[in-house]
């Protein structure tokens, strides 16, 4: 028996190369960062004016930064520019949602997205020039040579699709679009929808695009926390 421990002929390195910044570079590209990403509002209402599809693979490649369970990459984007399937996943979007708003919302669940002002009508998934639909991989799954399949488990799958997403976003607004995390409930509709293999999952909907003209917010989502609330420097006592 060998040690558990030891190295696997698969672990090989390489060298990090990672770029050293000075110390005022770092403080002023991080606030400059904040600056950018403080300005990032959930968008509802879309210009139909076109966005350039690099932009989408930009971001894209972004989010396929991201750390990962295993470094198994877990997604995939489905970006959806097509004016027909667009209007097909609104309608069935605006199916599921009037379900949801007459008959399985909560009381409560009502009352937290009340000073939000959402209903089932989703124009976003029509007027947004790109409708981004992310996948997560729940497992993986391999096509083999032989025409078979190979399935195997995925670790931190939510939270690795969550970090992806986070990119996404980031990436988006730092190159001036604007976006919308919607999740339609529920939205099985959209793997069948999209064609998607048996190992994907839904994960959100982001209609990306620039915002219409008259697009207004609602004062509600400017109310984030406060750093004192959110950051807590522990000591040991
Ligand atoms: N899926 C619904 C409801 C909804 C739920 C949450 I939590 C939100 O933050 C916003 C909406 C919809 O898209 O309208």
Redesign the pocket.
């Known amino acids: 028996m060998g040690d558990p421990f030891a190295n696997d002929a698969s672990y090989v390195t390489v060298p990090l190369g990672h770029q050293r910044l000075a110390p005022e570079e770092s403080l002023a590209r991080s606030r400059a960062f904040l600056d950018t990403m403080r300005r990032r509002r959930s968008v509802r209402a879309f210009s139909t004016e076109p966005v350039p599809f690099a932009l989408i693979e930009a971001a894209v490649a972004a989010a396929g930064t991201a750390p990962s369970g295993a470094n198994q990459q877990p997604w995939t984007f489905v970006a959806v520019g097509d004016p027909d399937l667009k209007a097909r996943m609104r309608a069935a979007a605006e199916g599921e ?1 009037r379900d ?2 007459t008959d399985h ?1 909560t009381p409560e ?1 009502r009352a ?2 009340a000073p ?1 002002g ?3 009508v ?1 124009t976003h998934l029509t007027d947004a020039p790109w409708v981004v639909v992310v996948f997560a991989h729940a497992f993986g799954l391999e096509r083999l040579p032989d025409g078979g399949e190979r399935q195997f488990k995925h670790y931190y799958v939510a939270e690795s699709v969550g970090i992806a997403v986070g990119l996404f976003l980031a990436s988006l607004t730092h190159a001036g679009l604007v976006a919308l995390t ?4 529920p939205m099985a509709f959209l793997g069948a929808l999209l064609d998607r293999p048996r190992n994907e999952r839904a994960y959100v909907v982001i209609p990306v695009g620039y915002p219409a003209p008259d697009a207004t917010v609602p004062a509600h989502a400017l109310e984030k926390k406060s750093l004192e609330q959110i950051l807590i420097q522990a000591t040991s006592r």
Do not use: N, V
């Open positions: 949602e949801f708003y919302i669940w937290a997205l939000l959402t209903d089932p989703k919607h999740t339609p409930s």
